[in-house]
């Protein structure tokens, strides 16, 4: 199994260009989330996914998109970046049964916004 | 709000001396508390985890966590350190959703 995968790992923009980070995950879980990681701040919340076709905000939704097309793939979108969404993106999935809460993350990828 | 709060943002250690990293807690009626590990350039991982049950907590690598409901406290314990746990480790609570602390870098010295 490769766990939770992320494409790219970095990616230079320049602002007010997209971009699409992709998530895939291959353990059948139903939960997948989109987090951002800043120095000094842990990680945030951007959206997060309960199930194919469902997403939800988190902490830190504004400026980023999510679909959930297919139950294996997560992705988000930044329409216009800024160079405030500079920073590590790390996407994890979980399948949240009652005693079983524990995420997966993958490996990141760092985006810089110029 | 829910919080997690870890104050020490940078713990420095001898190799083979104990650590202890502090983490707290907004208090909730049900809680469940987790330390992950992150290693340079790497993702973060399970250490351990609190759902219930006993308040003395163990995970991979020697790791332990006590649970502390009076003082609202999760602290990660280490009794000998090695240059292998030189890693950032973050303190969450929640369920199907986190809430995490903000990190603590942790440096083993040779």
């Known amino acids: 199994n490769a766990g939770v995968t992320q494409t790219p790992k970095f990616r230079v923009l320049k602002t007010g260009q997209s971009m699409t980070l992709l998530c895939a995950q291959d353990?059948?879980?139903?939960?997948m989330y989109w987090y951002r990681q800043d120095p000094g701040m842990g990680l945030r919340l951007i959206h997060y996914s309960v199930g194919e076709g469902t997403t939800a905000k988190g902490e830190v939704p504004d400026g980023y998109n999510v679909s959930r097309l297919k139950k294996q793939n997560f992705l988000l979108g930044l329409e216009s970046a800024a160079p405030s969404q500079t920073s590590v993106y790390f996407c994890?999935?979980?399948?949240?049964?009652?005693?079983?809460?524990?995420?997966?993350f993958g490996p990141g990828t760092r985006l810089t916004v110029t | 709000a829910q919080s997690v709060t870890q104050l020490d943002s940078q713990v420095p250690v001898f190799e083979e001396a104990p650590v202890e990293l502090r983490c707290n807690y907004s208090?909730?009626?049900?809680?469940?508390l987790f330390w992950y590990v992150q290693y340079p350039n790497q993702g973060l991982q399970l250490l351990l985890k609190?759902?219930?049950?006993?308040?003395l907590v163990k995970g991979i690598n020697g790791f332990e966590a006590e649970f502390n409901k009076s003082q609202t406290s999760f602290h990660l314990r280490k009794p000998s350190v090695h240059i292998s746990d030189t890693a950032e480790y973050f303190c969450a609570k929640g369920t199907y959703k986190y809430i995490f602390g903000t990190g603590t870098r942790l440096k083993v010295l040779a």
């Open positions: 994890a999935s979980s399948f949240p049964d009652v005693g079983v809460y524990e995420q997966y």
């Open positions: 208090s909730s009626v049900s809680v469940y």
């Open positions: 609190y759902l219930s049950g006993s308040t």
């Open positions: 353990m059948n879980h139903e939960y």
